[in-house]
Structures are given as structure tokens and as C-alpha cells.
């Protein structure tokens, strides 16, 4: 190791999002730690800063979407919408950023290629792609659950000879549209944002849909002054209510079942739901993702206002010919996404009737030998999610790399610690509730757990701390246990369940049981001494609390 006092550090963070930011201020300016953040962007912002693609917006609503460590920082900023865009989120993660002098302890266009535990030195070597190394005695991965592009290996796409993007490494400069065929390949959450706002300028523009979706209308709407006055001075309302709920929303689930209200009073709260808008139309009832006949209630429901909007019944037909649980995936919010197939220059693609051959020159072919002249193609094909930006670091010890550890799934602690992997925190990894929840919500809690474990380590001595084989086992039983007891795990293609990306092992990856749930386990835990953990003191002598009971015991699915 080429070490020296210039690149050895208490800890180091990999990534600088919210995550990132929030982990660099607590080590820093609570604990008191030499701490750095590697960034590969050339700025602050993490998933956002790559996500730009038109129509790119939150889908959590605004006066939650936020960190609620700081009564200043809640107080000096107002947004302007209840759903923000790109370049809003960017602007606040920069206020944040400046408010704390996080900046310059950030090495930005760092691209981490490799991170290594040396057992000699007790340290992480952490390298980047232009041949930097630096070292850490902590390590925590800031990496995002949704970062990892998936761009999918359709024959062909080296021969194309227009332009081809990905929303989720969209280039940061505007794209003229405007006289071009532009084809749409995708129409989840990412497609369903951007479809409406590419068909605004573009001369035609195709969607090629594997999977039909749901989605609400999200009502957005410019926040008046009368309200981002209630915002901000309602600040411990609003932390309390995101920390006690299920999802870390701002608002409450209904306790109602579906079927326990007459049909009559069922529709009418779906359409108090549907006028509403956003994702609180997933909390109308309490039992969507727990019972299929509450599901198809609400799945029905939908699918009758999806025909409502578009004007071609084929093409209705097309679009509502869901095969999944609404919300079994990710729920989609949208814009005028159905109207936008009412439009003379739009065309819906079938891949489930023609899938795509190729992709040549001038455009894509389908099976049948149809062929679509294009100017421009968009992945809005999602991500290899929660472990490809993880497994994408390349993190190894002596004994094992993450990459044949997590061979046949992903396997951890909490979603938070890794056996055979020392002082390595994983912040919203799988096994975690993360993309099941309103992430700032998630992520604060996992950094103040991280901060915290970190706090008693150093005050008790201990040099090391690893989670136990037999907790990472019980846990990954309880995330999988969780998740069968919902209708989440019942989908053909869900990238919850890494179906999306070839060779993938198909495990449930997120944590259904609730952050509010989630919580109470991980303080618990924590007050027990941190219990499912080795932690090993300067004597080498091992501390070891074994995991003594299942989690699942006395806690209940939370939606």
C-alpha cells in the first residue's frame, strides 16, 4: 500500500447524492472524522445529476422530499412544485452542499474501479479508474439503488447511425427534437415522464411498450405562497409524519379495507383517490398489496379511466393489458402520458404481439419484418437495480469479492453490513426498504444508524465490526418472507425482483415490511449491544451477540 497521511482517512463515501452529502456532514462535523467523498460526476446531486431526461421528476411529493436533520435548512428553502423537477432537486442538493461546506471534501469525476480490504492493515484501498488509491479505516457506499443504466443487448444498436440516449445518462445540454422520428423503447416510471414531453417537438414519435403500466395522473401544480408558508413553519409535524410512516410519505395510509365499504362508497374513494393524484392514491385502502381481489378492485378501476383517455380503442387495449398487480411494481405518476397516444404524430408499438429483431442503420425491425425509420432511439429501460451499482465497485477481502458472494442474490444484514466484509456500510442497500420508500426519508435513517454505530465502535474501543453469517441469513429469510406475504413478489417482469436484466438471480430485493417497521429493528438492534454483529477490540477479542430472534415476530406488513 502506497499510503501516506494525505490519502488515509477515518472513512470515505462513495457517492454524492443524498446519501452522500448527509453521511459526509454526520462523520465530519458530528463525530469529528477525516472524512472525503468520492464522486464520479462532476458535481453534487448523485441519481440526479444523470437524470435529465424531459419530463424527469420526482414522484414523492415535495414537502417530503427532503432531509429533516436540520430545522435551518428546512426553513431557509421552499419549493416551488409538489412534484420537483431535475433541476430543482439539483438546486436544493447544492443549497444543502453550500449551507454546510460539504464541497471541499468531495473529489468529484472520481470513478471508483476497485475497493479492497487489506486483513494487515485493517484498512479499505479504495482505487479509481485514473489510477488514485486512497484509504479508509470506515467505508460506506453512497452508490444509489438506481444508477447503474441498463442499456439491453438488442442486435444491431453499433449500426445505428442516428443518436441514441439513456435516460438515466442523459446528456447535460437540451436536446432538439424537432423534425425528428424519435422511437421510445420503454414505458416504465422513466418512459411514462418522458414520452408526453418528447412528443411536444419531435415530427413522429413511436413507443415500442414490452409491459403495459399503470399510472395516476399527479396532479402537479406550483406550490402558492400560503402553503410553502405551512410548510416551512409546520417543520416538526412534517418529520414526524415522514418518520412514522410505512413508506416515509407525507401522508397517512387509510386503515379501510376494499371490500368492507359497499361498491358504491368503494368507487367514490377511488375517485377522491384519482382526483387527488400521486402516489396517495396507493394509500385509498389499506389492503392493495396484501389482497388480490382489493387489487384487482383498484387494478380495474384504472384500467377503466386508461380507456377513458385514449380515443383508439386498439390502442386502449394495447396499454390495459396489464399482467401484474397495480403497484406489484413501481407505481408510475404521469402528465398526460395516455392523451399523449390521442396524438395524430404518436404510435404504440406492441413487443408483446412483435417483438423488436434488430435494431440497423435507419431504425428498428420487428419480428414480423416491420420496419421503423428512426432518427433518434431512448432507453427508458431502467437499471441494473440496488446491487449493480454495488457489485459495479468491485469490493473484495482476502477470503471473497462481493460479486461471488452475492452469486446467487444478494445477502446482508439490515441492508446495511455484509458478513465477511469489515466497516462496510451499505447505505440503502437490498434488503432495506430504499426503493419501496420515499428515499430521504430511508436515507436519513441509515445514516444516523451508520453515524451511530460508528460513534460506539470508536467509544468502546472496537477497531472492527462485521455482521454474522447466521444474521445475514435470517434476515434475508425475513426480507423474502416479508415480500411473500404481499403481492409483490407475483410479477413476470419486475426489476424489484431483478427481472430485467439477464442472468440476474430473482430475488425480491427491497424490504416490504415498512420504514416505520424498519426502524423500530434497527434501534432495537442497536440497543442491544448491536446484536447479529462481531465487533472485535484492539485485543482481537470478539464480542459476539448473536441474532437470538426472528424479526418477523410481532411485526406486520406495512404499505
Not at 90 to 101: A, E
Not at 331 to 350: A, C, G, M, R
Not at 392 to 414: D, F, H, Q, V
Request: hydrophobic share 35%.
Amino acid at each position: 500500500m502506497n499510503k501516506n497521511l494525505n490519502n488515509v482517512y477515518d472513512a470515505l463515501v462513495i457517492g454524492a447524492g443524498f446519501s452522500g452529502l448527509y453521511q459526509l456532514h454526520r462523520l465530519r462535523d458530528d463525530l469529528g472524522l477525516k472524512v472525503a467523498v468520492i464522486e464520479k460526476g462532476a458535481d453534487v446531486g448523485g441519481t440526479w445529476y444523470w437524470n435529465r431526461y424531459p419530463g424527469a421528476r420526482c414522484d414523492s411529493e415535495s414537502q417530503g422530499y427532503a432531509y429533516f436533520f436540520s430545522r435551518k435548512l428546512h426553513e431557509n428553502w421552499q419549493w416551488s412544485e409538489r412534484y420537483p423537477g431535475h433541476n430543482e432537486i439539483r438546486k436544493y442538493l447544492n443549497y444543502v452542499t453550500d449551507s454546510l461546506n460539504l464541497r471541499k471534501d468531495i473529489f468529484f469525476n472520481k470513478t471508483v474501479s476497485k475497493c479492497s480490504f487489506s486483513e494487515d492493515a485493517k484498512l479499505w484501498e479504495i482505487q479509481t479508474e485514473n489510477g488514485d488509491a486512497r484509504y479508509c479505516k470506515w467505508l460506506i457506499t453512497a452508490v444509489g439503488c438506481l444508477s447503474a443504466a441498463n442499456v439491453p443487448n438488442i442486435q444491431g444498436l453499433s449500426r445505428f447511425e442516428g443518436q441514441w440516449y439513456h435516460t438515466g445518462k442523459w446528456p447535460h445540454y437540451d436536446i432538439d427534437f424537432k423534425g425528428l422520428r424519435v422511437g421510445q423503447i420503454g414505458t416504465g416510471s422513466t418512459g411514462i415522464q418522458a414520452a408526453p414531453e418528447i412528443a411536444k417537438t419531435c415530427e413522429h414519435l413511436t413507443v415500442f411498450q414490452r409491459t403495459p403500466n399503470y399510472s395516476i395522473p399527479a396532479r402537479n401544480s406550483e406550490w402558492d405562497a400560503l402553503y410553502t408558508d405551512w410548510v416551512r413553519s409546520h417543520y416538526e409535524e412534517l418529520k414526524a409524519l415522514v418518520r412514522s410512516t410505512p413508506n416515509g410519505h407525507p401522508f397517512r395510509i387509510s386503515n379501510n379495507l376494499t371490500m368492507e365499504v359497499s361498491e358504491a362508497e368503494r368507487q367514490k374513494m377511488f375517485e377522491a383517490a384519482w382526483s387527488d393524484g400521486g402516489l396517495r392514491f396507493r394509500g385509498v385502502f389499506l389492503d392493495l398489496l396484501t389482497s388480490q381481489t382489493a387489487n384487482s378492485a383498484a387494478a380495474d378501476f384504472i384500467k377503466s379511466k386508461i380507456r377513458q383517455k385514449v380515443t383508439d380503442p386498439a390502442t386502449a387495449d394495447i396499454l390495459t393489458n396489464i399482467d401484474h398487480p397495480y403497484a406489484a411494481k413501481r407505481p408510475p405518476i404521469d402528465t398526460h402520458y395516455f392523451e399523449t397516444f390521442n396524438k395524430d404524430h404518436v404510435t404504440l408499438v406492441d413487443l408483446q404481439a412483435d417483438p423488436i429483431a434488430e435494431i440497423v442503420q435507419n431504425g428498428i425491425t420487428l419480428e414480423s419484418g416491420t420496419h421503423h425509420e428512426l432518427d433518434v432511439i431512448v432507453f427508458a429501460t431502467g437499471y441494473d437495480a440496488m446491487t449493480g451499482p454495488l457489485l459495479n465497485l468491485n469490493i473484495e477481502t482476502a477470503k471473497a469479492s462481493l460479486k461471488s458472494y452475492w452469486g446467487g442474490g444478494p445477502r446482508n444484514y439490515l441492508g446495511l453490513a455484509i458478513p465477511g466484509f469489515p466497516n462496510l456500510f451499505t447505505i440503502t442497500g437490498p434488503g432495506s426498504p430504499s426503493v419501496l420508500s420515499n428515499m430521504p426519508v430511508s436515507i436519513e435513517q441509515h445514516v444516523d444508524w451508520i453515524t451511530e454505530c460508528i460513534a460506539h465502535c470508536l467509544e468502546t474501543g472496537c477497531t472492527s465490526i462485521e455482521a454474522q453469517e447466521q444474521s445475514a441469513e435470517i434476515w434475508t429469510d425475513h426480507v423474502r418472507e416479508t415480500a411473500d406475504a404481499t403481492l409483490l413478489p407475483k410479477v413476470k417482469h419486475s426489476w424489484y425482483l431483478g427481472a430485467n436484466i439477464p442472468g440476474k438471480p430473482r430475488v425480491f430485493m427491497p424490504y416490504a415490511g415498512g420504514l416505520n417497521i424498519y426502524r423500530k429493528i434497527c434501534d432495537n438492534i442497536a440497543e442491544e449491544g448491536y446484536k447479529g454483529f462481531d465487533l472485535i477490540s484492539d485485543k482481537t477479542h470478539v464480542i459476539s451477540k448473536p441474532l437470538d430472534f426472528k424479526p418477523s415476530e410481532g411485526f406486520m406488513f406495512g404499505v
